[in-house]
C-alpha cells in the first residue's frame, strides 16, 4: 500500500496556487477553481476550495486530533530554505537533523504547517 494523494483544504486558491507553484516549486498539473493538482512525484499534492475560513490557531506546537501535516522533500534542504527566507515565508522549525534527515517546517497562507525534508547521505 502506498499514499495516493494528500489535500490541502484552502481558502484563496489563486493566492495558494501561487504560494506552492511560485514560491515552493511545485509543478503545476492541472487547475481550477476549486481543485488543483500538482506534478509531484510519487502522491499527488491537491489544493481543494473551502468555504469555512481556518480558525485562528495560534499554538501551532499543539496540533489537535484530526489534522495533518504534509511532508516534501528536496535535494538541497540549505538551498531550499534560503529560499523560503528571502521570500518571508514564515518559518516555524529550522533545519534540523531528524532520523537521518535534516527537516524544516513552514507556515502556508492559511496557516497550515508542512514539512520540508532532505534525506542525509547514508540514511
Known amino acids: 500500500m502506498r499514499v495516493n494523494y494528500t489535500i490541502v483544504f484552502v481558502s484563496d486558491m489563486a493566492r495558494s496556487v501561487s504560494f506552492y507553484r511560485d514560491v515552493i516549486g511545485l509543478p503545476l498539473k492541472f487547475e481550477s477553481s476549486h481543485w488543483t493538482e500538482f506534478a509531484s512525484e510519487g502522491a499527488t499534492f491537491a489544493l481543494h476550495k473551502s468555504d ?5 490557531d495560534s499554538n501551532r506546537q499543539l496540533e489537535p486530533a484530526g489534522r495533518c501535516r504534509p511532508g516534501l522533500q528536496v535535494r538541497h534542504l540549505q538551498e ?3 529560499r523560503m527566507v528571502k521570500e518571508n515565508v514564515p518559518c516555524h522549525q529550522e533545519p534540523t537533523e531528524v532520523f537521518g534527515a535534516l527537516v524544516a517546517q ?6 497550515l ?11
Open 106 to 111: 513552514y507556515i502556508d497562507p492559511d496557516g
Open 52 to 56: 469555512v475560513p481556518n480558525p485562528d
Open 80 to 82: 531550499f530554505h534560503q
Open 113 to 123: 504547517v508542512f514539512s520540508v525534508g532532505e534525506e542525509l547521505a547514508g540514511s
